[in-house]
Nanobody, 114 residues
Framework: QVQLVESGGGLVRSGGSLLLSCAASGFTFRDFPMAWYRQSPGKEREYVASIGLTSADAIYAGSVKGRFTASRDNANDILYLQMNNLEPGDTAKYYC???????WGQGTQVTVSS
């Protein structure tokens, strides 16, 4: 079955960087667009970025554009989210998402201190 496992979250200071990974299995990863979402306590889940079948085909939410970069390694079935210049407002649990079939990972926590 489809499995999405995120990793790479942690605690970082404002202005710092983190690289999130999402290991995909149970399907032909290279054939599916993917996305990243995030959710803070008490808030709705929020769209962060989506990526087509190649790393060149990515779009971003306005709040992260220019700071975050989504990419994918189709040879190893991994989705990435490089997050630079992090702000306290980026604190959330980050989720990997396959829109087709509405599959979600378990999330990885990112906490940015000021």
């Amino acid at each position: 079955q489809v499995q999405l496992v995120e990793s790479g979250g942690g605690l970082v200071r404002s202005g710092g960087s983190l690289l999130l990974s999402c290991a995909a299995s149970g399907f032909t990863f290279r054939d599916f667009p993917m996305a990243w979402y995030r959710q803070s306590p008490g808030k709705e889940r929020e769209y962060v970025a989506s990526i087509g079948l190649t790393s060149a085909d990515a779009i971003y939410a306005g709040s992260v554009k220019g700071r975050f970069t989504a990419s994918r390694d189709n040879a190893n079935d991994i989705l990435y989210l490089q997050m630079n210049n992090l702000e306290p407002g980026d604190t959330a649990k980050y989720y990997c998402h396959r829109p087709s079939g509405n599959h979600w990972g378990q999330g990885t926590q990112v906490t940015v201190s000021s």
